[in-house]
C-alpha cells in the first residue's frame, strides 16, 4: 500500500480537485490499495482560517505535519500543481526519504523561469483584478475560470460550485497575497530530486508559460508530457488525459537519480 498526497495551488483546495481522483482510480494509477489523500495548504479549503505562510519552506513544513496527523505513512507519492508542485518539489529535495514518486503539473520556479514564464504579462491584467475584486466571489471565479481553463463545457456548472466553495471556506485576500509571495520568492535546489519524476504541462496555459517545464525536465532529465489544448488548471480540462499519463508513468521501471 502506498499513500497519495495530492496539493493544489494558489488559493485552491480539495474539492476543486473534480473529477481527478476518480479518473486516477479508473486510469489504474493507483493500485486498489493505495490511498489517495488531498491536502489543503494552510489558508485554504479545511485550514481556511490560518494564517498562510509566506515562504514555500514554511508552507511544505505545515503539509509535513499535516500528512503525520492523518496517519499517513511515507515514502508518499506527490502529484501538485503550480503552488503545490513548488511545496512538493521542496518536500522531495528537502526531505528526500519521505517522497518516492513525484507528479508536477503546470509548476514553476527559479531558476527554471524567468518571471515573465512564471506569470505571463497577459495575465498580470487579470491578477491585478483579481486581488481589487476579491470580496466578489462569482466575479474572481470568473476571472480564475477564464484565465485557468480551457475547457468551458461546464463553465457555468464550474462557477456554480467554486462559488459555493469560496462560499463555504473563504481564502482571505492576505492569505492569497501570501501564497502568491510564497510562489515568487521560491527557488528549487540545484540537486534534482532522487525520486522517480513526471512532469506535465498544458500547451495553452494562460497563466505559466509550459517552457518552464521544459526547462525543468531537461535540466532534471525527468519525462515531460505536454497536454495539446488545456489550460492553466489541466486537472479540470481534461482529468482523463492527465490519468493517463500517470498509469503509463507508473508501469515504467522506477528509475532513482543517485
Not at 101 to 110: D, G, Y
Not at 168 to 197: E, I, K, M, S, Y
Amino acid at each position: 500500500m502506498s499513500d497519495w498526497i495530492l496539493l493544489r495551488g494558489l488559493t485552491r483546495e480539495a474539492r476543486h480537485w473534480g473529477e481527478l481522483p476518480a479518473a486516477l482510480r479508473r486510469s489504474g494509477a493507483l493500485c486498489d490499495d493505495d490511498r489517495l489523500t488531498m491536502l489543503d495548504l494552510p489558508g485554504n479549503g479545511n485550514h481556511a482560517g490560518r494564517r498562510s505562510p509566506a515562504t514555500v519552506a514554511q508552507i511544505m513544513s505545515h503539509l509535513r505535519t499535516d500528512a503525520a496527523l492523518a496517519g499517513l505513512h511515507p515514502p508518499y507519492r506527490l502529484l501538485a500543481m503550480s503552488l503545490g508542485g513548488m511545496v512538493a518539489t521542496a518536500w522531495a529535495q528537502q526531505h528526500a526519504d519521505e517522497v518516492e514518486r513525484l507528479v508536477l503539473i503546470n509548476t514553476s520556479m527559479r531558476p527554471f523561469g524567468a518571471l515573465h514564464q512564471r506569470l505571463r504579462p497577459g495575465a498580470w491584467p487579470a491578477v491585478i483584478g483579481l486581488m481589487r475584486s476579491w470580496h466578489d466571489g462569482p466575479r474572481c471565479e470568473a476571472i480564475i475560470h477564464r484565465l485557468t481553463c480551457a475547457n468551458t463545457d461546464a463553465r457555468e456548472a464550474d462557477l456554480a460550485r467554486w462559488t459555493a466553495i469560496r462560499a463555504d471556506a473563504p481564502v482571505t485576500r492576505a492569505n492569497a497575497l501570501r501564497q502568491l509571495l510564497a510562489a515568487a520568492r521560491f527557488r528549487a535546489g540545484t540537486v534534482p530530486p532522487r525520486c522517480a519524476t513526471l512532469l506535465l504541462s498544458s500547451a495553452a496555459d494562460r497563466l505559466v508559460s509550459p517552457a518552464c517545464s521544459a526547462r525543468l525536465a531537461a535540466a532534471w532529465s525527468v519525462p515531460h508530457r505536454v497536454h495539446p489544448w488545456a489550460g492553466h488548471d489541466l486537472p479540470h480540462d481534461d482529468p482523463q488525459w492527465l490519468a493517463r499519463q500517470v498509469a503509463g508513468w507508473m508501469a515504467l521501471p522506477t528509475v532513482r537519480s543517485a
